[in-house]
């Protein structure tokens, strides 16, 4: 079990997410497009590095390492538009959303882009205007990464996404909305999860 994991109290393997990875491998290899396989297994890569929780990887490297997983992963152009738009429409690709989720989860993965590029580029501190602050962004960075693996490979059509998943999507831009938002009365992620189940 990882150390990240230890509060977690019974720790499972999600098997049908692990075997649709395991096609795609399978399939890209077979079909000789090594460089799509690439794509994906460097995008988990640094993901699991920006997840570590270990010490000796700051908030600044983690910032870098998970927007580059995302972006590495929907294979965007170093744009923050191209990634805002990418994230977007691999998030919401099994269902129209409504303008204001698309346009807010645009907003986010827009502004967590572009201040990566201070960091990325030695800046510590940024001066550039921030809606989410650092921890909200990789906390909201680390919720998304896993529903647009499993968006894509739905649309592959190797994953079946789950209620839960759908659920997970819409619950996805409603907490980016209020973790802006001084105002609201901010619950945990499982909770804005079992809301989006329930409508």
Not at 47 to 56: Q, V
């Amino acid at each position: 079990m990882p150390v990240q994991a230890v509060a977690v109290p019974r720790l499972t393997l999600n098997e049908p997410l692990y075997r649709a990875l395991a096609e795609l491998r399978r399939r890209t290899l077979e079909a000789e497009r090594i460089d799509h396989w690439g794509a994906w297994s460097e995008s988990i890569y640094s993901f699991n590095l920006a997840n570590t929780d270990g010490e000796r990887i700051g908030r600044h490297m983690e910032w870098v390492l998970m927007v580059s997983a995302i972006e590495r992963l929907l294979r965007a152009r170093s744009s923050a538009a191209d990634v805002a738009n990418k994230v977007t429409a691999a998030l919401f690709s099994n269902k129209v959303p409504d303008h204001s989720a698309s346009e807010l989860v645009s907003r986010w993965a827009n502004e967590f882009y572009r201040l990566r590029n201070d960091f990325a580029h030695g800046k510590l501190r940024s001066r550039q205007p921030r809606t989410w602050n650092a921890a909200c962004h990789l906390l909201l960075g680390a919720i998304v990464f896993p529903l647009l693996v499993k968006n894509l490979l739905a649309r592959e059509g190797i994953y079946g996404m789950t209620e839960n998943d759908r659920a997970e999507a819409v619950a996805f831009s409603r907490f980016a909305a209020d973790l802006c938002d001084p105002a609201s009365r901010l619950a945990n992620w499982l909770q804005y999860v079992k809301q989006a189940l329930a409508t």
